[in-house]
């Protein structure tokens, strides 16, 4: 069985830096793709920024050039460098990882952290 736990979340002022980890045991294949999504009270869950094994990488706009996505296979973990945070910034951040195949609604293997809380204050 796959587990992903999240950790290096926090209180921070705005301004301020914090770095998230992702580590996973289990059962992983080499081939796969991480990434860092959250959740803000009352929205919907959203993807932040994702890594594939080789280290092609994508943010969601409001991110860009504030956050830094990086992994390292050989251990397993993923990492999420946060920058110049922003009380917008604010939410549940967890990580998922997936392979295989895509049947239009969900990949064949797909799991998750249980989250950890990112709170900016202004």
């Known amino acids: 069985q796959v587990q992903l736990v999240e950790s290096g979340g926090g209180l921070v002022q705005a301004g301020g830096s914090l770095r998230l980890s992702c580590a996973a045991s289990?059962?992983?294949?080499?081939?796969?793709?991480m990434g860092w999504y959250r959740q803000a009270p009352g929205k919907q869950r959203e993807l932040v920024a994702g890594i594939a094994s080789r280290g092609v990488t994508n943010y969601v706009d409001s991110v860009k050039g504030r956050f830094i996505i990086s992994r390292d296979n050989a251990k397993n973990t993923m990492y999420l460098q946060m920058n110049s945070l922003k009380p917008e910034d604010t939410a549940v951040y967890y990580c998922r990882v997936y392979w295989g195949r895509y049947d239009y609604t969900q990949y064949e293997y797909d799991y998750w952290g249980q989250g950890t809380q990112v709170t900016v204050s202004s």
């Open positions: 289990g059962s992983i294949p080499s081939i796969n793709v």
